[in-house]
Structures are given as C-alpha cells and as structure tokens.
C-alpha cells in the first residue's frame, strides 16, 4: 500500500515536475550560462561589467528605485488604513460592495490597463482633466515628464493591484478573534489603538507578503512604460526601466549575454527575497 | 454602543471621506472607459467628459474596428483564447494531480518540490520572461504558439492553492477508508478526491485564465506580428492613432474613441469572469491565510 501511494504521488507530480524544469530551472540556468559567456566561451563578470557601465543602466536603476519607494509606501499606508476600514463595515452588503468596486481594476493588467491610463493622463480628454489642469498639465506630454513619472507609475500599479491586496488584508483581518478585539474595547481602546496595537501587528505576515511580492514584481516594470514611451513618441525613453534595458540588449543589439546578465541580476533579487519569505516570512509554516 | 463624541464622530466622517475618495478613484477611470466609445474623437475633446454621446457613434467605432486591417483585431481575440484555453487545460491536468499529491501523498523529495514551488511561485513571471525567450529562441520555438502555451502552462500559484485546498478539505482518514474498501490509489484520486475538487479547480481555472489573458512581456517577445494575442495587438493599435503619432502615415487609422472601444473588447472576457467568480474569490486570494 505505501509503495502504490509513492507511485501515484512521483505519477502525479511527473509532468508538472518537467514544466517546472524546463521553464522554471532551464531558463534560470541557461540565463546563468549566456551572462557567464561570450561565443560560448568563459568569460568571467565581463558581461556584467558591460551592462554595469552602460550609460543608461544606472539612470534606469534610479527610475526603478524611484518608482518602487514610492509605490509600496503607499501601497502598505492605503492598503493597511483602507482595508481596515472596510472591515470595520457593519452592514454586509456594503462592505462587499466596496471590496469589489475595489477590485474590479485588477480584471485591467498589462497593455489594457496602461491604455486606459493613456486616456486618464491626457489632459484633453481625460476624464479628471479639471485635477491635470489644476497641476499645470495641458498635454499628455507634459503630464508624463520624466521627473513624475515614478509617481505616476505607481498610481497605475496602485489602480490595478491594491483591491486584490486589500481583500487580502480584509480576509487576514476576518482571522482576529472577536474576543481580543472585544477585550481591547472594554480596556477603552478606540479603532485608532485597536488598529494599532492589535490588528496591524496581527497582519505583519500579510503586509510583509504584500511587500516581497511587489517589490519583486516592481522590479520588473516593463509594459507600463513601455507602452508610454509608445504613446509619447519618446518623451517616455525606451530604456526607462531596466528590463527595457535586458530588451533592447536582447533584440535590438542581438547581445544576448548582456541580456542574460542583466535578467539574472533581477532573477537573483527576485529569488533571494523569494526564499527568505518561504523560510522566514512565517506565512508557509505548514510546507 | 456607539460613541458620539466629537472625536469619533469626526474619526467616521474621516473613513467615510476615504471610502468614496477610493471608490471614485477606482471606479471613474472604468465609467468613463464605458462612455468613451459612444463619442466621436470631436465630442470627447469638447463634451464633458461623462457625457454620452450616440449609439450610432459606437456602431460606427465598431465598424472601423471590424474592417481595422481586415479584422485583425479578431484575430489577436482569436490567439489570446487559443493560449489561454490550451493553456488553462495543461495547466489544469498538470497542476490539480500535483498539488493532490503534495498534499496527500508521501514520497521522496516531496518537502523540497513543495519548498522549489512556492520559492518560484513567488518568483514574479516576468522575470523569467527572457531568460525563457533565450532558451526557446535556442530551439528555434519563437514565432511558434507553443512559445507562448508551454510558459502559460506553467503554473505554480496553482499547484499551491490545490495543495492547500487538499490538505485542508480532505482528511487522509477519508482516502484511508476508501483504500479499506479496496480502492486503488488511482480511484482513490478519481472517485474521492476529485468531486470534492470543484472549487479549487475554478479557482486556478480563473487565475491562470486571467494572468495569462493580461500578459503582454511574454507573448510580445515570442509571438510578433499576426500571431500576437490581443494585449501586445492593443499596444500594436496605439501606433494606428493619429493623436498618438501624427507624423505615421499609416493607410488605416484608427480614432481615439475606437481605441478606447478596443480597449472594452480586450477586457471584456476577464470583465466578464470576474463578475461570476467574485463570490468565490475573495475564499481563493486567502487560502494561504486560513488556518486548520
């Protein structure tokens, strides 16, 4: 019996065990591979040394940098304050009917999400032109100015992504026993001590999830200014973000090495904040 | 009880504020989206912004959609739920027997395919986007739709959430009194496990649908041209808007009200999934949190 169980569970973990390699373990080593060589031949941190001293990596390293601060420091502040808000909600229908009029931008990502922006950046149409021409902007060209672009960036990541955070947040919130919340408004703890003794402490798990989660998926940008350096004829530069900058390595240079170098620079971010969450974040006690 | 003093009164009034700030903040953005195609490119320039314009006007957004470069616009359609459904059914025979097996079954090198799964589910996707280009274009693959279903296939957020969905919905006293029964492992799987099996089956059936519906950097380095799914054909679109680029001399162009109507028709399938898997969604965005 216990030799039948082993079979099924190597049976059933066999061909998602191939698509994890070949997609999953492949691509990382073959990247790690390309970074390390040139023509197939070692060549040591040159690759990275390139990349590294390429004039447009560290400006694109500051946007990315820019733009994340800013993102997930609203994005702890907001979610965090909102989704408890909505949790202190007594009446049921309206408190799921703002989570999902929260929620619902996370059915827009990628190009269509950005394309509605488009529309909400430019002052002639937009439909808050009243707030962009009380900001000074009078074409889409001038709102998307190099200097608040990070801003404006993390408006878009924050549109699409916070509702689905939010529910997150409001379902870890659900976990707080009523008694301890009972308990801490006998000892006359308003919502404001409650929040901050008591519930923030209990969603630390979430927010720190929350945060390794955005961070690492931030590092990423690529589509948003992407299609913002197309709608804007350039103003938006094409290697705004560092992974325009692996792009442009890989296809308009056909320098696949620097590519690879700096993709595994953000891969080694990505997994390293990656594995310290699984082991340390205390979200994933039971694997 | 409710307080009244003026502190908390004021406290209320400060939430309320916030709610409805948020609200529109979210909201206004996708009304807007929703009226946009009923005006011509002059009415959104001069009307107010919410105002509608004519049904005729959409037709017409409609019409110069359909005849955009002879329909291509349903062929990028056509591409997306191509991968995205051979896409959802590998990901599915291969995600929902995995996680049933991390959950349930015993074997060697279990705990480490566990702990390899959750570290690259959490790895974004994108990062392994051109790492993954330069191994398929490595195998001649791109161009190919299988470069875009293979990486869509490949799902580990799905295996996690049938992992936890079994380890948490199904004893293993319930797969043990089937085994008593002269069950084999197989039809312990088929005839135990799996019809208690639906809501996790739509819950990863909903998130792969979506997340690869929405992805633009993989399928736009893999699949260029009339091969693109519709989020890399929208951005493909942009270039056709004289607004956007008035020096292209492009033969067919496409007005500003006609773009936001494309947009409408490339969300509409995910609008459309969203609004019947609400319910069960808010269940699925917190399994991990949920405690035994």
């Known amino acids: 019996m216990e030799r039948a169980q082993r079979q099924v569970g190597l049976a059933f973990i066999s061909l998602y065990t191939v698509f994890l390699v070949l997609f999953g373990l492949l691509p990382s080593a073959y990247a790690i591979y390309l970074a390390f060589t040139k023509r197939n031949a070692f060549v040591g941190v040159a690759n990275f040394v390139k990349v590294f001293k390429d004039y447009r990596f560290l400006p694109a390293v500051e946007h990315v940098g820019l733009y994340l601060v800013v993102w997930l420091v609203s994005l702890i502040i907001l979610v965090v304050v909102l989704a408890i808000i909505v949790h202190a909600i007594g009446v049921k229908w309206l408190s799921t009917g703002v989570r999902f009029l929260y929620y619902i931008p996370g059915a827009l990502a990628g190009a269509s999400s950005v394309m509605l922006w488009l529309f909400v950046l430019d002052p002639t149409v937009s439909p808050v032109s009243f707030l962009l021409h009380g900001l000074g902007f009078n074409s889409f060209v001038e709102t998307v100015q190099a200097d608040h672009l990070p801003v404006t960036l993390a408006i878009i990541a924050f549109w699409t992504g916070a509702g689905g955070w939010i529910i997150v947040m409001y379902g870890a919130l659900n976990n707080i026993s009523r008694d301890v919340i009972e308990a801490a408004r006998v000892d006359g703890a308003g919502p404001i001590r409650t929040a901050w003794f008591i519930q923030i402490p209990l969603l630390r798990k979430w927010i720190a999830y929350m945060v390794v989660l955005s961070f690492a998926g931030g590092t990423q940008l690529f589509v948003e200014p992407r299609v913002l350096s197309q709608a804007s004829r350039g103003v938006v530069s094409q290697d705004y973000s560092l992974n325009q900058l692996a792009f442009l390595y890989a296809f308009k240079q056909s320098d696949f090495n620097g590519s690879a170098a700096i993709s595994l620079v953000l891969l080694v971010v990505a997994l390293v904040l990656s594995v310290i969450f699984v082991f340390r974040g205390g979200l994933f006690e039971r694997a | ?292």
């Open chain 2, 1 to 292: 009880m409710r307080d009244d003093s003026p502190a908390a009164w004021l406290g209320r009034a400060v939430a309320i504020l916030l709610l409805v700030v948020f609200a529109a903040f979210f909201v206004v953005p996708i009304v807007w989206l929703l009226i946009a195609p009923t005006k011509t490119d002059r009415q959104m320039l001069l009307d107010a912004p919410f105002s509608f314009g004519s049904l005729q006007t959409v037709a017409d957004n409609w019409q110069s959609l359909v005849s955009f470069q002879d329909g291509l616009l349903w062929t990028w359609i056509g591409n997306s739920a191509f991968y995205c459904i051979a896409a959802l059914a590998i990901t599915l025979v291969t995600s929902i027997p995995a996680g049933y097996a991390l959950a349930l079954t015993e074997f060697r090198g279990r705990k480490a395919l566990l702990a390899t799964t959750l570290i690259v589910m959490l790895v974004p996707s994108t990062a392994l986007v051109l790492p993954i280009f330069l191994e398929l274009s490595a195998v001649h693959l791109i161009g190919n739709p299988l470069a875009a279903i293979l990486p869509f296939s490949f799902f580990p957020f799905g295996v996690y959430l049938t992992y936890i969905y079994f380890s948490t919905a199904i004893s293993r006293d319930l797969l043990d009194a089937a085994r008593i029964d002269g069950a084999s492992e197989v039809q312990v799987f088929a005839r135990v496990a799996m019809p208690l099996a639906t809501p996790v089956i739509a819950l990863v059936g909903f998130f792969s649908f979506t997340s690869n519906w929405n992805n633009y950097f993989l399928p736009y380095v893999m699949l260029p041209g009339r091969k693109a799914p519709i989020q890399v054909g929208l951005a493909e679109m942009l270039s056709n808007v004289p607004q956007f680029n008035p020096t292209n001399a492009a033969s067919s162009t496409i007005s500003l009200s006609a773009l936001a109507l494309a947009t409408l028709v490339a969300i509409a399938p995910v609008m459309i999934v969203f609004l019947f898997a609400q319910r069960f969604l808010v269940t699925g965005m917190t399994a991990g949190g949920t405690k035994e």
